[in-house]
């Protein structure tokens, strides 16, 4: 039996997009992968497509991972309906959308996500109205931290065309402050070699770092969070337990707790000291796994 980073090569060793989507497309009738693995080739793709603006080679991509079952198919949905919105597919991207909802129709994060995706396309009258619906949404069912979030999406996109406050523009809540955004940006991390100490210093910490892949996966998927409602992209600070020990003394901070680690990620951030992310699909991936990240954290 051939092995899977053999099979794989081809679409690793591509130069382009449509070199890339070719290997998959070759693989795809074989049955020699499992579906999953092709299908978040096919969703990494898409993605990478998207970054370069690629947009109807995107939504072609995005099908093909939602029709092989990804790992994510919710957001793999979003974002197929998100694609086919912004190459200008608007009944393929609303229907999209539209099948969403029906799944999860009290759902409030779909309705930000389809008001984020018409206002990306230049559809700010129904960004709006998908908004204002969020709003409702989680009035109706009583959820305060979606109605906050939902009021401060409906606010930004009522400033950016120029409306006046109403009454659910002034209850959103206001900005954060500028530490608490730099946190926001970048994650803490402990690198492999720093389990060991780490564990043995604060216990508490086992159920994070006990499953490796599974404390990098976790991490990933915040990063891929972060970046997909916020215009601005991550970083991950590696943590060294001797150098937050000693950083947290100073500030008379707890070091076994979330809010000194995501202030000393902010402050090492601030000192050049993160890693950019994410990293090339041909680059090392960033949890020093020595894989390509495009085989790796970056795979789906």
Known sequence: MVAVDELLRPYVDAAGFDEAAAALDALAPSNDLPARLLADCYDEL??????DEEFELAARLQRRAVQL????????????????????????????????????????????????ARSDAGLQDAALRAFDEAVEVAKRLELADELDHARIQRRAEREHVGMALDEDDRLAPPPRPLVDERIAWTLAWFAPD???????????????????????????????????????????????????????????????????????????????????????????????????????????
Not at 46 to 51: F, I, K, V, W
Request: with cysteine.
């Open 46 to 51: 898409a993605e990478a497509a998207a970054e």
């Open 69 to 116: 079952g990804c790992s994510h198919p919710k957001i793999a949905r979003e974002m197929l309906g998100w694609y086919l919105l912004k190459e200008g597919s608007t009944r393929e991207g609303e229907a999209q959308f539209a099948g969403l909802r029906a799944d999860w129709p009290d759902d409030v994060s779909v309705l930000i996500t389809l008001g984020h």
């Open 194 to 300: 720093q389990h060991a100490a780490a564990l043995a210093r604060w216990p508490s910490l086992h159920e994070d770092l006990a499953d490796v892949a599974a404390y990098n996966s976790r991490l990933e998927g915040h990063l891929r969070l972060l970046h997909r409602e916020t215009p601005r992209r991550p970083s991950i600070a590696p943590l060294d337990v001797e150098e937050l020990t000693a950083w947290a003394a100073g500030a008379g901070l707890d070091p076994d707790s979330g809010a000194a680690r995501s202030r000393f990620a902010a402050e090492l951030a601030s000192d050049g000291r993160a890693l950019a992310w994410p990293p090339g699909r041909n680059d090392p991936c960033w949890c020093r796994s020595g894989r390509k990240y495009k085989r790796c954290c970056g795979g789906g």
